[in-house]
């Protein structure tokens, strides 16, 4: 069974928990002490988390999930992108319902780099994209299943218009790598990118049937 709860989203909410459990160490060792921390784990924003913390995580193979549309929007704190990627944990992004501004993936990209940015470390177009294909397909333990294009998976994905708006077509005339093409669709586009919607390979929504 997977367990998807809140870790250290705001500093108010870690205090109120070091006042409910003053007997643990931190707000992470309230979850493990009880056995909820391991593989089927889905620790939602963990945003303020030290050292320790991000080796207990990598220890039981939990996921962090941040979610940056919310994140930002409460002016909860700052997801540490360079932390998880030092200590290797699964990670996978999020956009915390409608506690944020928006519930699209790309949206929720163009956020993760922005907040990445103000810690010093440059998320890659590469990084942002695996995090909300394969990364989240891995969270929930489904990467046989879904996440990318191997043979033999189900066919889960989007086609993504590079010309959805006339200032993303603008700005795509000066991309030349599949990297430069990636970080502008995931800076610049919206929900009018997509184009065409497949589900186990079939086409269940096409933008020009509207």
Aim: net charge negative; proline share 3%; hydrophobic share 40%.
């Amino acid at each position: 069974m997977y367990l998807q709860t809140h870790l250290c989203e705001n500093l108010h909410e870690i205090a109120w928990v070091r006042e409910l459990f003053p007997e643990r160490k931190s707000y992470l060792d309230v979850y493990d002490y009880y056995g909820l921390v391991g593989e089927k784990t889905l620790l939602g924003h963990s945003l303020h988390l030290d050292d320790e913390d991000f080796i207990r995580v990598k220890e039981t193979g939990a996921v962090l999930c941040p979610c940056p549309p919310s994140n930002f929007f409460l002016g909860s704190g700052l997801f540490k992108f360079a932390k998880a990627k030092e200590y290797n944990v699964k990670a996978a992004l999020g956009t915390d319902l409608g506690a944020g501004n928006t519930f699209s993936m790309v949206r929720a990209m163009d956020e993760a780099y922005k907040m990445a940015q103000l810690q010093g470390y440059s998320l890659s177009p590469f990084e942002a994209f695996y995090l909300v294909t394969l990364g989240g397909a891995r969270a929930l333990s489904l990467e046989d299943k879904i996440g990318n294009f191997e043979v033999g998976k189900e066919a889960d994905f989007i086609i993504m218009d590079l010309k959805s708006t006339p200032f993303l077509e603008f700005r795509m005339q000066f991309t030349k790598t599949l990297r430069d093409k990636l970080f502008v669709q995931m800076m610049l586009s919206d929900d009018r990118a997509i184009r065409e919607t497949y589900v186990y390979g079939a086409l269940v929504h096409n933008r020009e049937d509207r």
